[in-house]
């Protein structure tokens, strides 16, 4: 156990070279910038597919409607309130 890291043991730690880190750190923001990307392009798309296919449902539930026949009978109902013992 090296005495100058107390809390680390078992633990070797390296120094990273700092081209490494700056590599890692533009292939970290170059994948952040490639996700925001297909997320935009993935809403472009499906958006608009969402939106046209709910106003095609709407429509034919509508025209479905309207087809239906309507019932002409009046359903009579006697209502009645019970109170609740406390």
């Keep these: 156990m090296d005495p ?4 680390h ?5 390296i120094r990273m ?3 490494a880190a700056v590599l890692v750190l533009i292939a970290a923001v170059s994948l952040g910038l490639l996700l925001m990307v297909l997320a935009a ?3 472009l798309i ?3 597919a969402a939106i ?3 106003m095609i449902l709407r429509w034919r539930l509508r025209r479905r409607m309207a087809q ?3 019932a002409g009978e009046i359903i009579d ?6 109170e609740r013992e406390r």
């Design 17 to 19: 070279p700092r081209w």
């Design 41 to 43: 392009g993935l809403a």
């Design 46 to 48: 499906l958006i608009p």
């Design 68 to 70: 239906a026949p309507r």
């Design 52 to 54: 046209i296919t709910v």
């Design 77 to 82: 109902v006697e209502y009645r309130i019970v």
């Design 4 to 7: 100058r890291y107390p809390h």
């Design 9 to 13: 043991s078992g633990v070797k730690l």
